[in-house]
């Protein structure tokens, strides 16, 4: 099968939109060259090496070593090697943020998501190591076992995401209050144009989501609706009016004190198109 065709088949389409950079995308059309590389007997063998190393070049753009080596959970555990691939997976998930903030629950679900990752990562050994099987193998065959090879080299990429957000789920579920109280706070100028006075009943954080960990910072955004009494007219013939906006905010707080959070912005952005409407 030509590389053009092979990279029209919605399976291979699929895992391609899991990749992010230029050079995995080049890499991944290179695994497939050798894949195409009819007449070479180890096209099976580079191809399925190639994909290995691409799913590993995602781990190591994810988890450099010298960023794991500086975490604050990182001891050193093998003699071989500075970091394991354990603790690059582990970095993938929770970056800077301390074993003692996350819990032991929370730990022990993350150690046993990295275990299945790791036993399921090992079934690429399988098609990597040369063996007299791929070299005389039938076109149908040797185009099921590429397809499990994309399987094996995608269900590793989507395992990676479940991975970080175990740890995700744990910090929005952990700082809600925090996220709430600072969001409360948070007094947005930008309705004062709404109306001669504009007054903040309550805030209402609706949904909260954790964007990103990284060494220094955890990213949050909050959304929700403020609700406000506008007043129009002199005080001997007031009128009030009440609302709710939409609001979104985006703020962060350092991974060594996760729940004491700063605004990024210097307000609430608060959705008043439906007041001009």
Request: hydrophobic share 35%; glycine share 2%; charged share 25%.
């Amino acid at each position: 099968m030509k590389l053009k065709k092979l990279l029209s088949l919605d399976f291979m389409q699929g895992f391609q939109t899991l990749l992010e950079t230029d050079f995995e995308n080049r890499l991944f059309v290179a695994s497939l060259r050798n894949y195409a590389s009819h007449g070479n007997p180890l096209r099976f063998h580079n191809f399925a090496f190639s994909m290995r190393e691409l799913v590993l070049h995602v781990i190591q753009r994810k988890a450099p070593p010298k960023k794991v080596k500086n975490v604050t959970w990182y001891e050193r555990e093998s003699d071989e090697h500075e970091v394991t691939r354990r603790q690059q997976l582990k970095y993938c998930a929770q970056s800077n943020i301390s074993d003692a903030y996350l819990g032991e629950a929370v730990l022990e679900h993350l150690n046993e998501c990295i275990s299945e990752f790791l036993d399921e990562f090992r079934f690429f050994n399988k098609y990597t190591h040369i063996t007299e099987k791929y070299f005389d193998v039938s076109p149908k065959s040797f185009f099921q076992d590429a397809k499990a090879v994309i399987e094996i080299a995608k269900d590793s990429l989507n395992q990676l995401e479940d991975i970080e957000g175990i740890v995700i789920d744990a910090l929005e579920e952990k700082v809600r209050d925090a996220v709430i109280s600072t969001a409360v706070s948070a007094i947005p100028d930008s309705l004062s144009i709404l109306a001669n006075h504009v007054y903040i009943e309550y805030t209402e954080v609706e949904e909260i989501e954790c964007t990103g960990i990284d060494d220094q910072f955890i990213y949050v955004t909050a959304q929700g609706n403020v609700y406000v009494t506008q007043e129009y007219g002199p005080k001997n013939d007031l009128c009030e009016i009440s609302e709710c906006y939409p609001f979104t905010l985006s703020m962060k707080s350092h991974v060594e004190n996760p729940e004491d959070f700063t605004v990024e912005a210097e307000e609430l952005d608060v959705d008043t198109s439906s007041w001009y409407e």
